[in-house]
């Protein structure tokens, strides 16, 4: 415990996240790229048509199979393919949305992870129902740790000035 301690201390306080605890995004000559699993807040951002949703579904798929509870807020759509994973539910196609309050008991029970597909609700249904749903899952996270994980698609729509203000992990 002293030597770690004294390590931590060298480090600055930073705890370095050991490889099976990060998410691989690529790789180069250079080395690796990776993100850790937990305990981190992640933007993805980037010209249009770059990649973006690409990236968090990347991320989205390798955090799921490591047994992560994820939560997306999917305003186009885009991540209704990760429902192919076990243990993934995709609202709003087949299964209707369910109430913003009622998002974090559906996590609660199962080791379920949730893609919320919002693409058939207007631009203002969206926004209210992605505030109302990230302070649902907020105190839900607060009080239980899950969902480990809250990716919000297409951030821009709902983050301008006067957007919901709370904490949230994966953005693009």
């Not at 993934?88 to 087949?94: A, E, I, M, T």
Request: aromatic share 6%; hydrophobic share 45%; net charge neutral.
């Amino acid at each position: 415990v002293a030597t770690y301690i004294r390590r931590l201390f060298e480090r600055g306080g930073a705890a370095t996240t050991p490889p099976r605890h990060r998410v691989a995004l690529g790789g180069c000559a250079e080395g690796d790229a990776a993100i850790p699993a937990s305990g981190v807040d992640v933007v993805v951002s980037g010209d249009p048509r770059v990649g973006k949703s690409w990236v968090s579904g990347l991320v989205a798929e390798q955090l799921i199979g490591r047994g992560y509870r994820l939560c997306v807020l999917d305003p186009e759509g885009d991540h209704t393919v990760l429902g192919r994973l076990p243990e993934v539910l995709v609202f709003g196609d087949d299964l209707a949305l369910p109430a913003a309050e009622v998002v974090p008991q559906l996590m609660r029970g199962e080791r379920l992870s949730l893609v919320l597909n919002l693409s058939g609700l207007t631009p203002r249904a969206k926004t209210a129902y992605v505030a109302a749903t990230l302070a649902a899952l907020e105190a839900a996270r607060a009080a239980s740790g899950i969902p480990h994980w809250i990716i919000v698609d297409e951030a821009h729509y709902f983050f301008r000035d006067g957007g919901p203000h709370v904490r949230h992990d994966l953005r693009t």
